[in-house]
């Protein structure tokens, strides 16, 4: 039985704002589980975020999934639509131009993350 998983994308739209978007990876049974196709990657940063954390409008350096290991981050769009993602959640971040998005710690905990680098 295939399954799915939920990654969030951070893009930038053609209004020049960042939008979310709901993306699905499928995923097929093997041995141990469940396991998607390979996807490329071309680096790995390990990262701590303070839990002062609240950096505005910027765009993401380079297009690149983000893993939260622990703690969590709130996201927020040119539109003004925010979501949070906490630990063990992933997002794609490729808002790379335009206005960019804000991020900010929760509840004033320190965060850990991976940031796959694709580009």
């Known amino acids: 039985m295939t399954k799915k998983t939920k990654i969030t994308?951070?893009?930038?739209?053609?209004?020049?704002?960042?939008?979310?978007?709901?993306?699905?990876?499928?995923?097929?049974?093997?041995?141990?589980g469940h396991?998607?196709?390979?996807?490329?990657?071309?680096?790995?940063?390990?990262r701590e975020t303070s839990g002062a954390y609240d950096y505005d409008f910027h765009?993401?350096?380079?297009?690149?999934?983000?893993?939260?290991?622990?703690g969590a981050v709130e996201i927020?769009?040119?539109?003004?639509?925010?979501r949070v993602m906490g630990a063990g959640e992933m997002f794609l971040a490729e808002d790379t131009t335009g206005q960019?998005?804000?991020?900010?710690?929760?509840?004033?905990?320190?965060?850990?993350s991976l940031f796959i680098t694709v580009d």
Do not use: C, W
Not at 59 to 70: F, I, W
Not at 76 to 82: L, P, Q
């Open 9 to 32: 994308r951070l893009f930038t739209g053609d209004d020049g704002q960042s939008h979310f978007e709901d993306l699905e990876v499928e995923m097929e049974p093997n041995i141990v």
């Open 35 to 46: 396991i998607s196709e390979t996807f490329s990657a071309t680096g790995l940063v390990f």
């Open 59 to 70: 765009v993401a350096p380079r297009k690149q999934y983000v893993v939260n290991l622990d």
């Open 76 to 82: 927020t769009v040119g539109s003004g639509d925010k």
């Open 100 to 112: 960019g998005h804000i991020s900010r710690a929760v509840n004033g905990k320190i965060r850990h």
